[in-house]
């Protein structure tokens, strides 16, 4: 297997996806929150790029089944049902509703991943399933995705990537061949293996203490919490991959 982890979607163009199996990470707080969405019984989620495509979308569906959520800054989008924080997603919330979703840059992440053979949704919360279902596909290239922060390496999503590439390497061994974002991942990975730490100290960890989300650093840092991976198939996220439990 080829192992390329990269620090944001800058660099991650159409042609690379193509035909790779990706993990699109956004620990604070897009992939945590499909997660979390997913083990408490969502229908579907339709991640969208921006505020325009998802009121676009709403019309086209039952809204008495059809939840908005996301962010914009950290805050909830104006008319949007729901935010970011994954502490929303409950099981009353979201069991069987569709929850179109956006955020700043995981949901971007994602829909710019369209081009790839196999997209899944990974975070601390399921870190050794996603890991556990990549190397069961054994694809010749996978890509670790890092959602950042507006171009920027963002590190809980550098960190998190850093201990996926760890376990990929110690199942693999020699099996796996590694670009340099991977192996510089894995090493400071190995320096960081307290996750709460991590979030604690980064730059869009400590902006979420200060907005008051000090709760989801505690959750979003919680390792193999869940076992489920969410994928996204045709641009939709159905629930966990049922081969991943
Ligand atoms: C994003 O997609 O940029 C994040 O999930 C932002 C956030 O923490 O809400």
């Known amino acids: 297997m080829e192992l390329s982890l990269y620090a944001t979607p800058r660099d991650f163009t159409e042609a690379l996806a193509k035909g790779t199996h990706v993990i699109v990470i956004d620990v604070l707080r897009a992939s945590s929150t499909i997660v979390q969405s997913c083990e408490n019984g969502v229908e579907r989620i339709i991640p969208v790029a921006d505020v325009e495509d998802a009121t676009k979308l709403i019309p086209t569906l039952d809204r008495a089944e059809a939840l908005l959520g996301g962010e914009q800054d950290g805050h909830t989008i104006d008319g949007f049902d729901l935010g970011n924080s994954p502490i929303e997603y409950t099981r009353r919330v979201v069991e069987g509703k569709t929850i179109i979703f956006c955020t700043t840059n995981g949901t971007v992440a994602i ?135």
């Open 111 to 245: 829909t710019g991943s369209a081009a790839a053979a196999d997209i899944s949704v990974g975070c601390f919360l399921n870190l050794s399933a996603v890991v556990a279902r990549l190397v069961k596909a054994a694809p010749e290239r996978a890509v670790i995705l890092c959602s950042g922060n507006s171009g920027v390496l963002s590190l809980e999503d550098f960190v998190c990537g850093g201990h996926m590439a760890a376990r990929i390497h110690a199942e693999l061994g020699t099996r796996v061949t590694m670009n340099d974002g991977a192996e510089a991942a894995r090493v400071l990975a190995g320096c960081m293996p307290d996750p709460e730490t991590v979030l604690r100290s980064s730059v869009h960890g400590r902006r979420l203490a200060e907005l008051g989300f000090e709760r989801d650093l505690e959750f979003c840092a919680r390792m193999d919490r869940y076992s489920g991976v969410p994928v996204v198939v045709d641009g939709r996220i159905s629930g966990h991959d049922p081969d991943s439990r």
